[in-house]
Structure formats: C-alpha cells, structure tokens
C-alpha cells in the first residue's frame, strides 16, 4: 500500500526557533513535493525534489531528499509568525502520476 | 503566467442534489486530476485524465463521474449529494507527467 507519513501532526513554537518536519514513504519515488496550505485556500508550491541526496532552500525553509531511506525533510530556520500554516509533502510513485499526501503538519508560531 | 481555473469557487447544494465542477487546465496541458480535501484532511485523489481518456482512478464514489472534453476542460459530476461530500475539491494539471500544478479549489457544502 502506498503510504506518506508526515510527523509531527502539530507543531507549536517560538519565534527565532529552528524545527524540522518528516516525510516518511513507503515505496521507491523518486519525486517528492512540499506544499503550504492556509485555511481554506489552495496548495502553494514550495519545492520539487527529483533526485536523490536533492536539497533546495528558499528563504527560511531547506527541504532535502533521500531517497534510500525514503525520507524527506523540511526544516524551518529561525521562524516568524508569517510561516503559520499546514505543510503537506507529497510523493509520486512510480507507474502512476497522481500524488499521495501526507497526513500534513499544522504549524502555529507564537510571537 | 495562465494558472489553472475552477468554477464556482463556492458551491452550497442540499442533500440529495447534483452539483458539477469546472476545471479549466493551463494551456498546453495534457493531464487533469482531481483531489477532494475535507475538513482537516490532506487531499485524496480522485480520477485524472490524460488526453482526454481517463487514466486513473482513486477512491472516488460511483456517484461521482467525470470527463475531460476535446478543449481539454474537466468537469467532475457529482449526485446524490450526502453530507460527507463537503469538501474542498481541487483540480490540477500537468505537462508529460511533470509537476502539477493546483487551481483555487471549489468550496462545496452540502447541507
């Protein structure tokens, strides 16, 4: 069965604290995608990982990929208020095109 | 840039009513998916369309249908509306495969 984990659900933290969430799948993919989602609005796309050992960075945020341990990761660097809201990743098998979510991290940064 | 579009952005039906979805694909866009996201949820995949064939199906209901017409728009057609179905349903698209790319979302509440 194909399976996308993401812990932790909730995420709580300070302002100017640095934190990192996990993607856990469970079958060979070589493409891996973190989303931002506020309420009620749609899916912002944050990064594409196509590769293995793949890292990318823009602003606060460095997502990285390894996929020999099928694993991702997005870490969050000193966070602001602004970064509040739920993070999806998702991951594309292969054979198929259609993406399987991750049970998404609901991330609230206190001032 | 074109992104892609859906219609209505909101949708209030009752119980037991018929509701249908738009999704109009950036141009040059060969695939269409759809996803529905209920309260609190990561999106679940539905069906997509490749060159107007359907060419995936996830766990959508059999009261649901959809089809990809010769403009390459996407419309998901729903009955017998239940409680169940309120949801956030989006629409992406895709070139060969490649990265999706999400619309707004459609709000549909049933009551």
């Known amino acids: 069965e194909l399976k996308v984990e993401q812990n932790p659900l909730f995420l709580s933290m300070q302002e100017g604290k640095n934190y990192t969430i996990y993607c856990n799948y469970s079958t060979t993919s070589d493409r891996l995608y973190w989303y931002r989602q506020d309420p009620g609005k749609s899916l912002e796309s944050l990064f594409v990982?196509?590769?293995?050992?793949a890292v990318k960075q823009e602003g606060r945020l460095m997502a990285s990929l390894d996929t020999k341990a099928r694993l991702s990761t997005l870490h969050i660097t000193a966070a602001v208020h602004d970064l509040s809201a739920t993070y999806f990743c998702a991951v594309s098998f292969s054979g198929t095109y259609k993406y399987i979510f991750g049970t998404g991290t609901r991330l609230k940064v206190l001032a | 840039a074109a992104g892609v579009i859906q219609s209505p952005r909101h949708l209030i039906k009752e119980k037991r009513e018929t509701a249908t979805l738009k999704c109009y694909p950036i141009?040059?866009?060969?695939?269409v998916y759809w996803y529905q996201q209920g309260p609190g949820q990561d999106p679940q995949f539905l069906i997509s369309f490749y060159e107007k064939m359907q060419s995936d199906k996830g766990s959508i209901p059999d009261r649901f249908s959809a089809q990809q017409f010769s403009d390459y728009h996407s419309e998901l057609n729903m009955s017998s509306l239940e409680l169940g179905d309120s949801a956030l349903y989006f629409c992406?698209?895709?070139?060969?495969?490649?990265?999706?790319?999400f619309g707004p979302g459609t709000r549909l509440t049933v009551l």
């Open positions: 141009p040059r866009h060969d695939t």
């Open positions: 992406a698209s895709s070139s060969q495969g490649g990265e999706q790319f």
């Open positions: 990982l196509l590769s293995n050992g």
